[in-house]
């Protein structure tokens, strides 16, 4: 079976060249290739632990000046788990292409 290009940039110079195999939003109408796909997931979600990690920085603003100890742990612990998703995130976007 014999796929269309991927609609990736196709208003652009440098179109996507590769061959498209996934429906994203499943109207059949923009179809986009694996790793564009991958990539939009990909994005997605650091958007998304990235936003959390902003309202974890703000409630670290309001634990420090209340100085409650376990609160500024279990923040820690939060803030951590951002920079740990983050992390990862980012190593399987380099990864998409490879």
Same mark, same amino acid.
């Given at each position: ?6 609609? $990736? *940039? ?6 996507? +060249?590769?061959?498209?195999? $996934?429906?994203?939003? !499943?109207? *059949? ?26 309202? $974890? !920085? !703000? ?5 420090? $000046? ?10 820690? @612990?939060?803030?951590?788990?951002? +920079?740990?998703? @983050?992390?990862? @995130? ?9």
């Amino acid at each position: 079976m014999s796929f269309p290009k991927c609609q $990736v *940039g196709s208003k652009t110079d440098h179109p996507c +060249e590769n061959e498209a195999s $996934v429906d994203p939003f !499943g109207t *059949g109408e923009y179809m986009v290739c694996e790793q564009h796909y991958k990539l939009s997931e990909i994005s997605n979600e650091e958007c998304e632990w990235s936003i959390a990690r902003e309202y $974890v !920085g !703000g409630f670290a603003k309001l634990a420090k $000046v209340i100085d409650v100890d376990p609160l500024n742990s279990v923040i820690d @612990l939060a803030w951590a788990e951002c +920079e740990l998703r @983050l992390s990862a @995130l980012e190593a399987q976007r380099k990864m998409v292409w490879e």
